[in-house]
């Protein structure tokens, strides 16, 4: 009994320690370069390895403005390149083989106006930590009329160059706030941006 009743403690610790190393590791803004410097293969050499200066050419010379190209090593915990109008990105892993998002992507996703600008960081932390560990993040967040928003992004596994977003409104009394590790709240209202034809609730990670 007393081993069983220590598993969610230790459990619990495992990812705490998860989430603080991946705090660290977290970037306000992702490394970044345009093709046209001189020190563009210099920067892509060192984000990808493997990346040969034949193959950065011919995909520079050849990619197009209007879609995202991704270079990925065979190792898929290793960090890989995004170009995307005539910039390259290097988006690096955690231990769990997922993207460490940039801070400054959620921008122009799911916006609270009136959040604190402390909280806001925090909450954006809080997303790029769990995206880091599973792939996909929840929140929620309380308005001052008791009601609150839920958000939800998940990465896209065959395309890791974006993610999708969502928000759920509930009313008062709907939800439990004990459901969710950390609860946020914000003086206003909640907005949504959506993106392309049709619409979706989409961010590209080297679009901004």
């Known amino acids: 009994m007393k081993f069983a009743s220590r598993k969610p403690v230790f459990a619990a610790c495992v990812l705490l320690a ?74 690096r892993m955690s231990e769990r083989k997922y993207p460490l998002i940039a801070l400054d ?19 954006r932390l809080d997303l ?3 995206l880091a560990t599973n792939g996909f993040a929840t929140a929620l967040v309380l308005h001052e009329s008791g009601n ?10 065959e395309r890791p160059t974006k993610f999708f977003y969502h928000l759920n409104f509930v009313r008062k009394g709907e939800f439990a706030e004990s459901a969710f590790p950390r609860v946020y709240r914000t003086g206003g209202d909640a907005s949504i941006i959506a993106r392309g034809m049709p619409f979706e609730q989409v961010k590209h990670f080297a679009v901004r």
């Open 105 to 123: 992507v959620f921008a122009q996703t799911i916006e609270f106006g009136q959040m604190a600008k402390e909280d806001l960081l925090r909450l």
């Open 128 to 130: 790029a930590r769990q």
């Open 148 to 157: 609150a928003s839920q958000l939800v992004y998940m990465l896209n596994a």
């Open 18 to 91: 998860s989430f603080m190393s991946y705090a660290q590791a977290i970037p306000d803004v992702f490394e970044t370069v345009q093709t046209s410097e001189p020190h563009a293969y210099e920067f892509a050499k060192q984000c990808v390895p493997s990346f040969d200066e034949a193959t950065f050419r011919n995909m520079v010379s050849q990619s197009n403005p209007r879609t995202n190209t991704a270079v990925r090593p065979p190792d898929k915990s290793q960090a890989y390149l995004i170009l995307s109008f005539g910039q390259l990105v290097c988006v």
